[in-house]
């Protein structure tokens, strides 16, 4: 018999009125983030596809201006929460901070979010890295390294604090009237250098004994704490071989964390756009780029750059020695490096930030699609993808419809769900808790 | 034509396992408040009883050796997001902290809940009385009276951030590509002593305008706040005299604050204890409280009394001049009160709280059930009732079945809902945003 194939992990990652800046003007596309009815109808077809996990963002500030989904959302805990009772198999992803919440009130939602889904929530640990969020909270937006830091204790106590219950915590002895076994729940009492949180959660061990951890970060201090503690990696590429420098770099530094490499899925966001012919694709990726508002481009351009470039000369090169800031996103490391390895315009940038944010655009037939995503994966450029439709449903319809079956007959994507939580589609074990070992 | 009778509002307190400390215990009842089948059972009862609300508590802290439901819980917001989907009608009210949260989180949750449930949503606002949760916030728990100047703060960012959009901001014209009326949306700019707050938020106005504001304080800071913010009040008596005079108390303020008595609903907790004889529902009372474990009653007084009692002899008089700390819930004083009207021992504490956590217990028939909440309600004593059933879904289903249709023949409660939103069942009209005004 033949060794079992490794297989994808597929995530989709949400944004009501598309991942395209202007996916709200597709013909037939959805019209709001603010609509349950969108996202229920995402979820059935994230399970229709045998999708791992559905992804959802989230900002701490409204910027009208920008992408309408970033404008106007709902909470992504609370929208989860709801999905979580039409759905049954699929992961469900919501992105908190570690900059602007309490570890103990993140700690509880994605606690109490796994119970309700039966097994399926994944907590985003972002650290923030717009600094417009800190209007919002009445602080100094930390700098990046600083939040890192943060970031590295606010994860552990929120993994603590999950451990705080043993399995078999809730016995409900109705001869003796015990309903808990205190033996098996314990405080954390951590006391570090950001927070001090003594424990335990008011909610038992939830079904996947810790919640799933997700991550984006790129820089270094982002790839150690991934390294270390992610279970997924959202991962912002635009080329095959830069993918698979960050993917060796990201597997390769987690021995130095006890961690095997196969323990982390590292899924790049990749923006399908499909058509019969790779003429339809590219024309369908035209009238799209057609409904752009250029002062939304150049808005989500300069939030990914951390920096307003609205003055730079339109068809000018993006010069090579472009310095960076502190709060530039991921997102711009990947993008820069595309318009110098391609000899881009500030043109270019625009029209790639308002495609699909900064992430890598795939425009072509089903099978040119599917050919592309299984080089990377087998090339070992990643586990599997962050789908981008680039507007709802038909945008997500159309890649579970035509481009998935192609892969699914190759035997790199599941036929069906073999397990019912997300820790179980990863290939993941479900933990002991460490308190109690 | 006669005037239309003024009616009754009722809400429905649920702990999954029951109000009563020991209700899991009861043939047939409900065995965890971690059950969402649970609290959707709880949600179909109460829309067949055309109830205003549904009621969830909080803590921030678990205390296994008290009440189950306190113990072991689902956190509220996503809780009441994953009910939105499974009710329609009745109205869904959470405990947030103003101690132990950030005014822009809590905003934008119940904006979320009340665009997901389409304008169903209530925030419990709460100081967070007992100082355990202090411990898990690395913090010094705040007194009372500083606690109530943070919330009088807290409370007015929440309502300003949700004024920042005005009805009709998301316009998404197709022709021009403008998702956002951007002069539909302003910040709030608040900058006060404890809060600062720029806005807006991510989230467009709410079906609601303004969620509704529930809250609990008895205290005279308690009551300036909810005299001038709240929409709701959930009141602990155990006395129809005292409860006259606290509701008299709460309306005379309002106009100070430039608000009439009518626009507060005023809703005393109430386990009803049902049986078809008097002596019927006596003898269910008493196997509720031969089923408490003695342990768990006197940490749930002690937590209400803010100190430990269990040093004072069981079948001693509770002193006249027992002094109430400042960890004291409102509890406290209702409890202490009916001791010294009823003579009352420590063991007859112990039960009472034990039995509904020191809320008022009515034990009787149907009839004697609705005769005394008609004379508490004909009396000026409230404005209806927070109904404790002491276990789910059984004690709620007798209420339901019961109590409810005399009323409804009195023609003291509605016999459908003539709304949608919780605003409109307790016939407040939706405001305009102050910002635009």
């Known amino acids: 018999m033949p060794p079992s194939p490794r297989q994808m992990h597929l995530g989709v990652f949400v944004l009501g009125t598309g991942n395209h800046i202007a996916g709200w003007r597709y013909p037939g596309a959805a019209q709001s983030f603010e609509d349950l009815s969108v996202i229920q109808e995402i979820g059935r077809i994230a399970e229709r596809g045998k999708f791992d996990l559905i992804f959802l963002g989230d900002n701490l500030a409204s910027e009208p201006g920008m992408h309408p989904s970033f404008a106007a959302r709902f909470e992504p805990l609370t929208m989860l929460a709801a999905l979580a009772v039409t759905t049954t198999h699929v992961g469900l992803g919501a992105t908190a901070s570690t900059t602007y919440a309490e570890p103990y009130n993140v700690a509880r939602m994605f606690a109490s979010l796994d119970h309700l889904s039966g097994g399926r929530a994944a907590w985003n640990a972002v650290t923030s890295s717009g600094g417009k969020a800190a209007e919002n909270f009445g602080r100094i937006h930390p700098e990046h390294d600083a939040r890192y830091e943060v970031a590295e204790e606010f994860v552990d106590v929120v993994r603590g604090l999950w451990d705080c219950w043993d399995d078999g915590a809730v016995v409900r002895n109705h001869e003796t009237g015990q309903y808990i076994d205190p033996a098996k729940v314990k405080p954390l009492n951590h006391a570090g250098k950001f927070f001090k949180v003594k424990g335990p959660l008011p909610t038992s061990r939830t079904p996947q004994g810790q919640p799933i951890i997700l991550q984006a970060g790129s820089s270094e ?16 590429v635009q080329d095959m ?13 987690m021995p130095r964390f006890g961690r095997q490499g196969a323990e982390i899925a590292v899924l790049p966001g990749m923006m399908p756009v499909i058509g019969r012919t790779e003429r339809e694709a590219r024309d369908k990726l035209n009238l799209l780029q057609s409904f752009v508002n250029p002062a939304n481009a150049r808005s989500m351009l300069a939030s990914r750059m951390g920096m307003d470039v609205s003055g730079f000369p339109l068809d000018e090169l993006v010069p090579k020695d472009f310095p960076l800031p502190d709060t530039s996103h991921g997102f711009a490391k990947a993008m820069l490096a595309k318009a110098w390895r391609e000899g881009m315009t500030w043109r270019d940038m625009f029209n790639l930030a308002g495609a699909a944010r900064g992430h890598w655009v795939v425009c072509g037939t089903p099978v040119q699609i599917a050919d592309t995503l299984q080089e990377w994966f087998d090339n070992h450029a990643c586990d599997g993808f962050n789908v981008l439709p680039p507007y ?13 079956p192609i892969l699914q007959e190759r035997g790199l994507f599941r036929a069906d769900y073999t397990g019912r939580t997300l820790r179980e589609h990863l ?4 933990p002991r808790s460490r308190l109690f070992q």
């Open 427 to 430: 290939g993941l074990p479900r």
């Open 241 to 253: 071989a830069e993918a698979q420098a960050g993917y060796r770099s990201l597997k390769e530094r």
């Open 392 to 404: 709802f449903p038909g945008g997500f319809d159309d890649f579970v419809d035509q481009v998935l």
């Open 221 to 236: 201090p982002g790839l150690n704490l991934a390294a270390r503690t992610a279970d997924v990696v959202f991962a912002v």
